[in-house]
């Protein structure tokens, strides 16, 4: 058995793992940079390896897409923490594309949260940005009251 302080340490000095996925990103990249500079070994998931250059000691990449379970399965086993970003449409041509969007955003975003529950994942924390819910519009003093755009 150990003593309170025993647990203390080994907790402390034992390193979380967390994937981001949509991690090549300018958001998943930044949080990786945090999370590596905090002690936690991060694992990049995305479709394309980040463009910065090599990457720092405590961050690896691992090429995959959420649109393929299984793969987003094997990628998920092990973690301690999800960190889900990844995304597609909102900017640019891929606006257009609108099954894309559908099959990233939902399908992708389903994915993960299965393969969380299935692998066992104790936390997911998911991403966001304003873009998606408020179109843009400059938010000044807001809060969970704000009305959402109109569905389309």
């Known amino acids: 058995m150990f003593s309170g302080s025993t647990m203390t340490t080994m907790r402390s000095t034992q390193k979380d793992t967390c994937l981001i996925t949509g991690g090549s990103g300018y958001f998943g990249y930044r949080l990786a940079?945090?999370?590596?500079s905090k002690g936690s070994a991060v694992i990049l998931f995305d479709v394309m390896p980040p463009l910065t250059g090599p990457l720092p000691e405590?961050?690896?990449?691992?090429?995959?897409?959420?649109?393929?379970y299984p793969?987003?399965?094997r990628a998920l086993s092990g973690v301690d923490c999800v960190f889900h970003s990844a995304s597609y449409g909102m900017s640019?041509?891929?606006q257009l594309n609108r099954r894309r969007i559908q099959e990233v955003n939902v399908g992708g975003t389903q994915n993960v949260?299965?393969?969380c529950v299935e692998t066992g994942v104790p936390r997911l924390v998911y991403t966001s940005t304003f873009n998606v819910v408020f179109g843009g519009r400059v938010i000044?003093?807001?809060?969970?009251?704000?009305?959402?755009?109109p569905r389309g």
């Not at 990449?61 to 393929?68: H, Y």
């Not at 000044?140 to 755009?149: C, F, I, K, Q, R």
């Open 33 to 36: 940079c945090s999370l590596q």
């Open 140 to 149: 000044e003093n807001g809060d969970e009251s704000l009305h959402y755009l």
């Open 71 to 73: 793969q987003v399965r």
């Open 113 to 115: 949260l299965e393969a």
């Open 92 to 94: 640019g041509r891929e």
């Open 58 to 68: 405590g961050i690896t990449f691992l090429q995959g897409d959420i649109r393929e």
